[in-house]
């Protein structure tokens, strides 16, 4: 009953969404008001009518009613109730459900908060935003239906694939969605000021909250992601290079690059055209990820049914979003006023070379991703474009981009002072320099290059310090000056600060970490001991389990550092009922030097167990280096002269007036 | 400095990073670049010692032989013909006989596979899509237990 109801609602989405196409645009061009306000209550009723849905599936995952289709397939009554509901989204059609309901929620949060937009643009925006809805409700219902029914129902469901049984793989989803569907705003601004013609700084004003958003969002969907595929998957990685983390990873660059580009719109006016060029590329990076993931077409560990219908569905999608917004965009860009001049040496030109940097990695990793693909299309052979590919590529256009970071910030708008800029920074090479030695002199048999890698995260880290040092006068002003000016400094400078400071952490965990990660293989029985780098392992003994709805054996380890016991590591390997099937569980232990990390392996003949042992020295900063990222992006979203709906005046000093 | 030379810097700084990314992708993919063979492919083509490739198969029902420790040896085979291999570490979770496997190694001159790293993704259900295609390339008639492109949920 709810699920018909829940179907009934998805047709009327589709229906609205229509609706909010056709009325607003066709509004907006002969200039009717009341045509152009269909699109707000249009908005929000398509995102009601959505959840509804959603909240349907997801009672039919919680009562595990087996009589439809898509809770057989992949759901089970002795699962956890979190893995029940998180495992709406676990599969194809579920997870494209979600997509739509976020698609829907940040239409609907622009026709609510978006009251100072002008009305005209509003409408184009909506429109533009619904014809992306429709085409992927239209995907959903015709070859993706998550209501279809089964007759007659199966007495149990097959059961959610264990490896996704897991609290952080419940939650990635929705975060990840959140920031790559999150793009389609910045996209529907993109093609609403083609159609209208017509683009200014207040344009730039109104994008970056939403493009900032979703770029917060992405960046900790990725993070989580890798999180969990580091203490899941059991092989000490947190990065495979694998398509589908790259489809995510993708947007990701573009979107960073677009947050940056918006900026010296909205504070010079410069870079318009390019502005809108990228919001129309991040958006088709993230309609590309989506292709990647959801036809099958990469063999993946991720891969999902392969359904011919879908994929040519949704490469019909992609073409028609990119292709149509980027031949609009060759039509209108060139009426657009070109912007405010600058110097090569200036604020605006440093966020240049980063646009130029991250543009062109994630064009390095769109090659690496679909260069197989294409291969095997055009010549028939298989081949596999793995790490050492984006070693190679990605990360040497890294080092620029990382060198340039903290300069930049300090070069005026306009015309810089290099020179200056260096002076003020000299204490941040020192301290690279001081890390760079400590580092050789410590690990001088490891690669040559890694120290310097560890040097330029922290000055990377060092820099975003001295720029607050600098902002706030540390050193020239007296202390009450100094916390006055703390408490005056924008939230948007705390942010900007914080998510540079983020990316020199991750920069340091991951050079540490790949460079000097320790591993050790050995068959050990009970009573056996093993050393990793300074701690003594004991292996003490194995037991059986029950767990909730799989049987464990629990190996368990007492790891002793310098005679004393530190921790007791308890890395498993389970069997699930339904579907059968074996995950490794690990056994980590944390500290700020780094994590030691163990799994166990195969029974060996005569009562021993195969045993990994990792040293992962500073692998946390990755992840605490995105979660930095990711709260100063909430910081940054929390300044008044950013949020939605404030009055652009906060600021009178600004030079560029909104409309 | 004027308009023209400021978009001559632009336009100049724009195309030499793309150049460096342009020889960067081309000497990668010369180099790194790794081709997937079957154990057909080997002996119709020959693959030369030393050459990292990626084998995939099927684990010959009864050839895996563990107990020396870490090190283990098994057979791919794609009902045809046959590569012995050896592994030294921990096989993954989905790793079992009868079932597909891809290893990543080299070749030695005898003919066998020495894997740096064992994928097998799969459940009981399903085969990596290459190894899939690969078999059925070569006539090999896959069971209903053993078709491609069932791998349910996933990460998204």
């Known amino acids: 009953m709810f699920v018909e109801f829940g179907h009934f609602a998805l047709i009327l989405a589709l229906l609205v969404a229509v609706v909010q196409v056709i009325i607003p645009a066709i509004g907006a061009s002969i200039k009717d008001e009341r045509m152009m306000r269909v699109a707000d209550p249009a908005a929000v009723s398509q995102l009601f009518l959505i959840a509804i849905a959603f909240f349907a599936l997801m009672h039919a995952y919680a009562t595990s009613d087996f009589s439809v289709l898509n809770v057989a397939e992949n759901s089970h009554s002795t699962k956890p109730m979190i893995y029940k509901l998180a495992g709406v989204w676990g599969n194809h059609e579920g997870s494209m459900l979600l997509w739509v309901l976020i698609l829907a929620l940040f239409g609907a949060a622009v026709a609510v908060f978006g009251n100072n937009l002008p009305v005209t643009l509003k409408a184009r925006v909506l429109a533009v935003q619904a014809s992306i809805a429709v085409a992927f409700l239209l995907f959903s219902l015709l070859t993706s239906n998550p209501f279809a029914r089964l007759d007659p129902a199966p007495a149990d469901g097959r059961g959610l694939n264990p490896i996704l049984q897991d609290p952080a793989l419940a939650f990635h989803p929705p975060f990840l969605y959140t920031g790559y569907v999150g793009f389609s705003i910045a996209f529907s601004f993109a093609i609403a000021a083609l159609i209208e013609g017509r683009i200014d700084a207040a344009w730039a004003r109104w994008v970056r909250p939403w493009t900032l958003a979703a770029w917060m969002f992405l960046t900790i969907g990725i993070a989580m992601g890798s999180w969990w595929a580091y203490y899941e998957l059991g092989w000490g990685g947190w990065w495979f290079w694998d398509p589908v983390e790259n489809a995510s990873f993708m947007p990701w660059l573009a979107g960073t690059a677009l947050l940056h580009s918006a900026l010296v719109m909205e504070k010079r006016e410069a870079l318009k055209i390019w502005t809108v060029l990228l919001a129309i590329l991040t958006f088709s990076l993230s309609l590309m990820g989506t292709f990647i993931v959801r036809s099958g077409v990469l063999t993946s560990v991720h891969s999902f049914a392969v359904d011919p219908a879908r994929g040519v569905f949704i490469l019909a999608i992609l073409v028609l979003f990119t292709g149509g917004g980027l031949a609009l965009f060759a039509l209108r860009a060139r009426d657009m006023q070109a912007g405010g001049l600058f110097q090569p040496i200036s604020r605006e030109g440093s966020l240049v070379l980063n646009n130029l940097l991250l543009v062109t990695a994630a064009a390095t990793v769109l090659v690496g991703t679909l260069y197989p693909m294409a291969l095997e299309g055009l010549t028939g052979e298989k081949i596999s474009v793995g790490p050492p590919f984006f070693n190679m590529t990605f990360g040497p256009l890294m080092i620029p981009l990382l060198i340039a970071l903290p300069i930049g910030p300090m070069l005026a708008w306009k015309r810089g002072d290099f020179a200056g800029a260096m002076q003020r920074l000299a204490f941040a090479f020192g301290l690279a320099i001081v890390a760079l030695v400590a580092v050789f002199a410590v690990e001088y048999r490891g690669p040559w290059l890694a120290p310097f890698g560890i040097a330029l995260g922290v000055y990377v880290m060092a820099g975003a310090a001295i720029e607050w040092a600098n902002r706030v006068k540390v050193g020239s002003a007296s202390v009450d000056e100094i916390v006055r000016r703390a408490k005056n400094l924008p939230r948007s400078a705390y942010g900007t600060l914080l998510a540079h400071f983020g990316i020199g952490m991750l920069v340091v965990g991951i050079v540490a970490t790949s460079a000097y990660r320790e591993e050790h293989i050995q068959a050990m029985k009970p009573g056996e001991k093993l050393a990793v780098n300074g701690y003594d392992i004991t292996f003490t003994g194995i037991d059986r389990a029950r767990g909730p709805n799989y049987v464990e054996d629990i190996a368990d380890f007492d790891v002793k550092r310098d005679g004393s016991t530190v921790a007791q590591l308890t890395p498993s390997k389970r069997l699930y009922d339904a579907p059968p099937q074996s995950t490794t569980e690990s056994g980590i232990y944390a500290a700020w030097r780094g994590d030691l990390y163990l799994v166990i392996g195969d029974p060996q003949p005569g009562g021993g167990y195969a045993v990994r042992a990792y040293f992962n020295p500073l692998v946390r900063f990755i992840w605490l280096g995105a979660l930095i990222m990711f709260i100063g992006g909430g910081i940054s979203l929390s300044d008044r002269r950013l949020r939605v709906g404030a009055p652009a005046k906060a600021r009178p000093s600004i030079a560029v007036p909104a409309e | ?156």
């Open chain 2, 1 to 156: 400095m004027t308009r023209k030379q400021k978009r001559g810097v632009l336009i100049g700084g724009g195309v030499a990073v793309l150049a460096v990314a342009l020889v960067l992708v081309l000497f990668a993919l010369k180099d790194s670049i790794v081709f997937f063979h079957t154990p057909s492919d080997i002996a119709e083509k020959g693959v030369p010692p030393g050459q990292r490739i990626r084998l995939g198969g099927l684990v010959e029902n009864g050839s895996v032989v563990r107990g020396q420790g870490t090190t283990i040896t098994f057979k791919v085979t794609d009902t045809l013909k046959e590569i012995p291999v050896t592994f030294t570490g921990v096989l993954p979770d989905l790793f079992k006989e009868g079932q597909g496997v891809v290893a990543e190694g080299t070749l030695d001159a005898n003919g066998n596979f020495k894997a740096d790293s064992v994928l097998a993704k799969h459940d009981e259900n399903y085969m990596p899509r290459d190894v899939a295609k690969a078999l059925e390339e070569k006539g090999v008639k896959l069971g209903a237990s053993a078709h491609p492109g069932q791998l349910k949920a996933s990460m998204p």
